[in-house]
């Protein structure tokens, strides 16, 4: 049986951990009395976001269907996915001539999302994701970052 990279991936369900991420966030805010490092409005949109992924941590759309599915105008698309800027990565074929004019790809943390692959592992892709953003200002804004998430992380498993 010989399958199209496409349908290969079409076949591996996406392993989502927003749920858990969202729990523990309000976990933490209980305890710690500290504002919610995850709140609904962006774990929302980071659930809509990795139901779409294609492959890996990648959503690839045309622009006008992820704006229909977020219910936002084209000029506002980038305001709405500005709010979790810390958790994805957004590429036009303005920022990057390999996405077909009329598409975007969105990057998403592999922590949250990630549908298995057959060429990179969860693990190097987390590693991979954290090494370029370790130095940036916006990566302490994700929750999984802190220790806290750790020490939570523990007692839900």
């Given at each position: ?26 976990i933490?805010k ?10 609904k409005?962006?774990?929302?949109l ?24 977020l ?8 305001r ?6 810390h ?5 036009s ?13 969105i ?20 590693k ?10 916006e ?12 020490e ?6």
């Amino acid at each position: 049986m010989n399958l199209e990279k496409e349908e290969v991936y079409r076949t591996k369900s996406v392993i989502d951990d927003t749920d858990k991420i969202y729990d523990l966030s309000k976990i933490f805010k209980q305890l710690s009395g500290e504002r919610v490092m995850f709140p609904k409005p962006h774990y929302q949109l980071m659930k809509l976001l990795i139901s779409l992924i294609s492959y890996e941590n990648v959503v690839y759309i045309k622009r006008e269907e992820l704006c229909n599915i977020l219910g936002v105008v084209e000029p506002n698309l980038l305001r709405k996915l500005k709010m979790i800027d810390h958790l994805i990565e957004y590429y036009s074929h303005q920022d990057d001539r390999s996405v077909e004019q009329g598409f975007v790809r969105i990057e998403i943390n592999p922590v949250y999302g990630w549908k298995p692959s057959y060429t990179k592992s969860r693990a190097d892709a987390v590693k991979w994701w954290y090494a370029i953003r370790e130095l940036c200002e916006e990566s302490k804004q994700d929750f999984v970052l802190r220790p806290e998430y750790r020490e939570h992380l523990q007692y839900l498993m």
